[in-house]
């Protein structure tokens, strides 16, 4: 059995932004060697996220319009205090609850060697407090 | 052209790779946790904030805390990187030759001002080897940004930042101008009254200490302080600092633009003060 952990670095350029990463999955998939399994991908980040839906821009901006609708800046966060840990305020309560609901991981078949996903069906890191330079993980498991 | 006259350079992933003690000060003595950063994201903060050219603080904490916080040859080496950056000196008042140091940082060097953290840095603001750096940094033609008020940093004093403990300073150095960092707080009117008296006490807004930005601001530049203060008697004695990284730049600008000032008072603070204590044209 094959098991294979990539950690891959995404610089993100907005505050808020979805960004295709399917294309990177397949590459994973296709270097490890693996014809037959499963593929995981997971962010590494709280404020960050990754989902599948269809892949064009009008539900890109969907997507992060009414999640900033359901968890709005002006909210009344209890996050908003000073975090010794970090040495500074959590102002970003909006951001991690985006974060909850999208998730943040997906896993899909594979077959001879490739992803098995729905034609529609794209793999997006979602960016929710950027922009910065994030990482997340693609496991590829099988033989 | 928007600057952003109060950064520290603490997190930049390039600078912790070739400097070994670089990441212990960020984590250690500034006390910051959130993950490291390629330089670019640093010039992405700016974009995304309207923001054109960012002050770089350093802090000379050697003799009190072991290693700077970004020495004057570390910002000096972003600086070199991107003309949006425009590098402070930090010198020690109590080290030996902080004068000569703080005149080859300025002319050799190419900073444009001096930063000092009497908390951090370990000295009394009312020292007479302060007054010596003040005395140069007049004749240099420079500002000199102080903290004033809380500092995060662990080992350090809040006390050490009461912005009346440089009264007597602004009073003797006419010609120097004194811009006060974080705006004092908790001491927002004592820092507030130095800058009604004396013309050549300045403010900076990197100021949040509970709360968000938007909430902070509507609160100590609303409530405590009358927006009409601002616009009235402080808009020529303004400039926006965002004290990135402890906030986001962005963030910072959204809650000073919620206040409720013109337009013409948003450019004073942003733009024209700023570049002329900066003597940018």
Redesign the interface.
């Given at each position: 059995m094959i098991i294979k952990l990539e950690k891959i670095k995404i610089q993100s350029r907005k505050s808020e932004e979805a960004i295709d990463i399917t294309p990177k999955v397949d590459e994973v998939i296709r270097q490890s060697g693996v014809k037959q399994g499963l593929v995981n991908v997971m962010t590494c980040h709280t404020s960050s996220g990754l989902l599948v839906t269809e892949g064009i821009p009008c539900l890109e901006e969907d997507i992060l319009t009414h999640f900033s609708r359901l968890f709005p800046e002006d909210e009344n966060y209890h996050h908003r205090r000073y975090l010794d840990y970090d040495g500074r305020l959590g102002f970003n309560a909006e951001t991690h609850l985006k974060s909850i609901l999208g998730g943040i991981s997906c896993s899909f078949p594979i077959e001879d060697g490739k992803m098995v996903r729905g034609s529609r069906q794209t793999i997006y890191f979602m960016e929710y407090d950027g922009p910065l330079q994030r990482t997340y993980m693609v496991q590829v498991l099988g033989e | 052209m928007r600057i952003d006259f109060h950064t520290h350079p603490v997190l930049i992933?390039e600078m912790v790779d070739k400097y070994p003690n670089y990441a212990r000060m960020a984590r250690d003595i500034?006390?910051?946790?959130?993950?490291f950063?390629?330089l670019?994201?640093f010039h992405?903060?700016m974009?995304?904030a309207g923001i054109d050219r960012a002050v770089l603080l350093p802090i000379d904490c050697e003799r009190a805390r072991g290693d700077a916080v970004s020495s004057n040859e570390q910002v000096a080496e972003l600086c070199s990187t991107s003309d949006r950056f425009i590098g402070f000196a930090s010198v020690d008042p109590l080290k030996t030759g902080a004068v000569k140091e703080l005149e080859h940082a300025i002319k050799k060097m190419g900073m444009k001002g001096l930063k000092l953290d009497a908390a951090l840095q370990d000295f009394e603001l009312r020292d007479s080897k302060v007054y010596e750096l003040y005395e140069a940094a007049e004749g240099l033609n420079i500002p000199v940004l102080l903290h004033t008020g809380m500092s995060?940093a662990p080992a350090t004093l809040i006390e050490r930042g009461h912005p009346m403990l440089l009264e007597e300073a602004i009073a003797r150095f006419k010609k120097l101008n004194f811009v006060l960092a974080h705006w004092g707080w908790p001491w927002v009117w004592e820092a507030t009254a130095l800058a009604l008296k004396y013309p050549n006490v300045y403010l900076d807004t990197s100021c949040?200490?509970?709360?968000?930005?938007?909430?902070f601001y509507q609160f100590v530049f609303s409530k405590q302080i009358p927006t009409t203060v601002l616009e009235r008697s402080l808009r020529n004695r303004m400039v926006f600092g965002s004290n990135y990284?402890?906030?986001e730049i962005?963030?910072m600008v959204h809650a000073l633009c919620t206040l409720e000032l013109t337009e013409a008072c948003l450019k004073k603070v942003f733009e024209e003060n700023p570049g002329r204590l900066l003597g940018l044209k």
């Open positions: - | 992933q500034f006390q910051i946790g959130n993950n950063q390629p670019e994201t992405l903060q974009d995304v995060w949040l200490y509970y709360d968000g930005p938007k909430e990284p402890r906030v962005k963030n």
